[in-house]
């Protein structure tokens, strides 16, 4: 049984789907980063950046429980473990590879800097918010002209970097960031995955916890206020 230690955010609905396409057995333990349960000993034990999602796999490699942090490397753990959704050929886990990777240096990062200085900072800076914007947009244009010349981001094969890209593009759509006659491949894309079942199981994970409304206080300084950066 694995544990999976997360929120309902798009880094843990990467982990979400990828459960539910791989048809391991898992169970949810729920981390509620707005109260601060992320820098909570027991989860600093198994994920010591204070990020979700992590996950304990009690029956890992041998027999032996294993922990793991860093969204990418559970969706890699994951594929392993299950024999799914990276491709085997070398060019084509390859490009899955460094298509999850571009997820992880780039997507993530910028578009979650967009969505800070865009939605939640407490001051709007217009230059941070034009330079996350533009790259936003220069991302998006990235993810179109690879989707011209593939049906998903490794190739001909849906795997874990679809997975690793979607919840960010869901999550940017949904915050007002419509998708574009612009983007004619991404949309394409996008709308394939949104119909997988295992993609509307992963998103229905903790669907009850979702923040609606304004930010309160004490969630702001979990996430943005000194509460990140005290000693531990």
Not at 7 to 28: C, D, F, Q, R, S
Not at 77 to 99: F, M, S
Not at 113 to 118: K, L
Not at 133 to 144: A, S
């Amino acid at each position: 049984m694995i544990e999976v230690h997360t929120w309902p955010t798009p880094n843990g609905h990467k982990v979400h789907i990828m459960l539910e396409e791989t048809g391991l057995p898992y169970e949810v333990h729920p981390v509620d980063i707005g109260s601060g349960a992320q820098f909570d000993p027991a989860f600093l034990a198994i994920s010591p950046n204070n990020k979700i999602p992590a996950i304990v796999d009690r029956d890992g490699p041998g027999g032996r429980p294993i922990s793991i942090f860093e969204s990418g490397a559970i969706l890699l753990y994951l594929a392993e473990k299950a024999g799914k959704l990276l491709p085997t050929a070398p060019h084509a886990r390859w490009a899955a590879v460094e298509w999850l990777m571009f997820q992880m240096g780039s997507i993530g990062p910028m578009f979650g800097q967009y969505n800070h200085f865009n939605n939640y900072a407490s001051e709007k800076i217009p230059y941070a918010v034009e330079r996350y914007t533009n790259e936003v947009g220069r991302l998006y244009r990235v993810l179109d002209r690879r989707l011209a010349a593939a049906t998903w981001l490794a190739g001909d094969e849906y795997s874990v970097a679809d997975i690793a890209v979607f919840p960010w593009v869901r999550s940017n759509s949904r915050k007002g960031e419509k998708l574009g006659a612009d983007l004619p491949n991404v949309r394409r894309w996008y709308a394939a995955i949104d119909a997988r079942p295992a993609v509307q199981r992963g998103f229905a994970v903790l669907s009850d916890r979702q923040r609606s409304g304004p930010m309160d206080a004490k969630a702001r300084e979990n996430l943005f206020g000194k509460k990140q950066y005290e000693a531990r």
